[in-house]
């Protein structure tokens, strides 16, 4: 199913709702609450429709305010590359000392058991970074699949899917925009790691310890985990607020209509 399958859908579900409004309208039941449901059917099929027409626009839009502010998967990704390669040298570098500490037997659990932590805490490191990862190539790869369901949702009858699908689309919108932004996030606020190599070979086995667990380790926390977490925390509050929007605090549409909501 391609995206023009999915916006036939959301285009007949939307003339659904809207048939539904009606037929509600011209229902002589004397009902007050379902009578209510008329105008709110009929007003949801017809922003269904406009949703759907304004697909095109709006991926067109959001390539524009992308292009205007500067994002730039590509860099996104290679920041994202040379990372985790220096995540994973780290944990290889330690690997490599607990290797060469074994051959002294008083000394090597003493090492092995100090550098655990730090294995530890850098695969924990990892781990989420890798997420970060993770997140990012489902928003590029599935943008437009996202906003698409989102328009799906919306149109559904009686607003059974509205938060899910303004959730989908101020989502799918606000982090295909700002998610490649976050190296200029990251690096503004902590512009470079700490050198490893010159530290680890002009030192013994306890300064080196030291320098992992007072340098390394709160350097590659606050840049690969805290900051991180942070920017994503950023898009989510303003995914949230795109998505209040878009479905109209998500118990009604977006713009007044009187009496009838």
């Known amino acids: 199913m391609n995206n023009a399958d999915l916006l036939a859908i959301s285009f007949l579900i939307s003339q659904l709702t809207y048939s539904i409004g009606a037929l509600i309208m011209m229902l002589p039941i004397p009902v007050s609450g379902l009578k209510k449901w008329g105008p709110k059917l009929i007003i949801d099929g017809i922003y269904g429709v406009i949703l759907v ?28 590359e040379f990372i985790t390669s220096e995540m994973i040298s780290l944990y290889l570098g330690i690997k490599t000392i607990i290797g060469i500490s074994s051959s002294v037997p008083y000394i090597s659990p003493i090492v092995s058991a100090l550098f ?25 790869n599935s943008y437009s699949l996202l906003l698409l369901l989102g328009i799906l949702f919306i149109t ?4 059974i899917g509205r938060s899910v699908g303004a959730g989908l689309i101020g989502f799918s919108i606000i982090f295909y925009i700002g998610l490649p932004l976050m190296p200029y996030f990251v690096q503004s606020l902590y512009p470079e790691l700490p050198s490893i190599t010159q530290n680890i070979n002009s030192s013994n086995d306890t300064q080196v310890f030291i320098f992992f ?16 977490a942070t920017y994503l925390g950023i898009l989510l509050s303003l995914s949230y ?11 009604s549409i977006p713009f007044p209509v009187g009496d009838i909501v």
């Open 156 to 159: 559904l009858p009686f607003r």
């Open 241 to 251: 607020g795109v998505s209040r929007a878009i479905g109209g605090g998500f118990a």
């Open 213 to 228: 667990s007072n340098t390394i380790l709160p350097s590659f926390a606050v840049y690969t985990v805290f900051l991180p």
């Open 53 to 80: 027409l304004s697909f095109s626009l709006i991926i067109t839009l959001v390539s524009l305010i992308g292009n205007y502010i500067g994002t730039n998967w590509s860099s996104f990704f290679k920041w994202q």
């Open 116 to 140: 655990f932590v730090i294995t530890s805490s850098l695969t924990l490191f990892l781990t989420f970074f890798r997420s970060v990862v993770a997140l990012s190539l489902i928003v590029y």
